[in-house]
């Protein structure tokens, strides 16, 4: 009598924290156990919506799997072996949102005097998120840029003539590698005295 085993399946993840838009590695490793019927097929549902075959792989596969949504998924292997016993493995994935870039900014002196010639000095300080920060922009809100980085910093701006009581909207900019942008805005009050 010979005695045969049930396929087993091995699924592991080489990502500690996963987020949306990166790849998400997995290990997928057969039995391998000499009472084994050799392996048919192995399937993999990555759990939302996408699968997965990877044949009648023999040893361990490496892959990667993009999740578009942050959540929770359960990610399942199913092994079957040539006379259609299966196995089965399963793994929790916690996929979380993308951290966007932040930036702020400030404007020292203001209200902005005369007397000073019309300068003020503007900070503007970027961190990234989920993803390297690409560029900064500071812009008036007529669309002149005064400022543009790939990181933050201090620099000084003059307005020429004006009224006192006029104000100005100042917004700053950042955006990272994926393309995704973060904004704050200021308003700098032009002190006629």
């Known amino acids: ?91 929790a994935v916690v996929v979380a949102p993308v951290a966007l870039p932040t930036v702020s900014l400030s404007a020292t002196p203001n209200p902005i005097l005369v007397t000073g010639n019309g300068f003020t000095t503007f900070t503007v300080t970027a961190t990234a998120g989920s993803a390297p920060i690409r560029s900064v922009v500071v812009r008036l809100a007529n669309g002149t840029t005064i400022y543009s980085g790939t990181s933050g910093g201090s620099f000084t701006y003059q307005f020429g003539t004006f009224p006192g009581g006029a104000t100005y909207t100042v917004t700053a900019s950042v955006t990272d590698a994926l393309g995704n942008v973060g904004t704050t805005s200021i308003v700098v009050v032009l002190n006629g005295s």
Request: hydrophobic content about 35%.
């Open 1 to 91: 009598v010979n005695v045969v085993t049930t396929p087993t399946v091995t699924l592991t993840s080489a990502t500690a924290t996963p987020t949306v838009g990166s790849p998400v590695s997995f290990l997928v490793t057969p039995s391998s156990a000499a009472t084994a019927n050799p392996i048919q097929s192995v399937a993999l549902d990555f759990g939302d919506g996408q699968t997965q075959q990877l044949g009648g792989i023999t040893g361990p596969v490496g892959l990667t799997h993009t999740y578009s949504t942050h959540g929770g998924y359960t990610v399942t292997a199913t092994a079957t072996d040539i006379n259609g016993q299966r196995g089965v493995s399963s793994l």
